[in-house]
């Protein structure tokens, strides 16, 4: 009974974590994958944390677990997405500089495995959009507007 209590308190830690309507302006600072790893991180941690915490323990253990898995998942999940995100910037910047599509494909920290494709515009007063298709684990490609990237002394530069 204590170990489902342990789980029900790291359990509404963790809504309220990821809950908007909780403290909805600190929240949306946030972007969603911090949402998520912090949810997920919550949630393991505060199990574990009850697990860990001993025999009269484990409610504060669930608790000391879920915020240092809130925590921790948030801040995971934003390396692993600016690593995507680094590459997928430099593949743009490629195809904008070369004029025509570029291609890569990699696995990230997540195991996933993230193919992206390029597409440079046409130039238009020294600049040009890239759009991106960027498939995960082989499902469908979807679209997204890439970066504008324009003509520098430097070379092609995000458009800022």
């Not at 600072?29 to 790893?37: H, N, P, V």
């Not at 912090?38 to 025999?55: E, F, Q, T």
């Not at 998942?73 to 690593?83: A, E, H, R």
Request: hydrophobic share 40%; aromatic share 6%.
């Amino acid at each position: 009974m204590k170990r489902l209590s342990g789980f029900a308190l790291a359990a509404a830690i963790a809504f309220c974590a990821a809950t908007p309507a909780s403290s909805q302006m600190f929240l949306d600072r946030f972007s969603d994958e911090c949402k998520k790893g912090a949810l997920y991180g919550a949630v393991g941690g505060g199990v574990l944390g009850a697990i860990l915490g001993g025999k009269g323990d484990r409610l504060e253990g669930a608790a000391i677990g879920a915020a240092a898995g809130t925590v921790g998942g948030c801040l995971i999940s934003k390396k692993m997405t600016q690593d995507d995100r680094t590459k997928l910037l430099a593949l743009e910047k490629k195809a904008a500089k070369a004029g025509v599509p570029k291609t890569k494909s990699w696995t990230n920290s997540s195991k996933n495995k993230i193919a992206a494709t390029a597409f440079p515009g046409p130039v238009m007063d020294g600049c040009r959009d890239v759009k991106v298709d960027l498939s995960v684990d082989g499902g469908k490609a979807e679209n997204f507007a890439g970066d504008r990237f324009c003509k520098t002394s430097e070379g092609w530069t995000v458009a800022g």
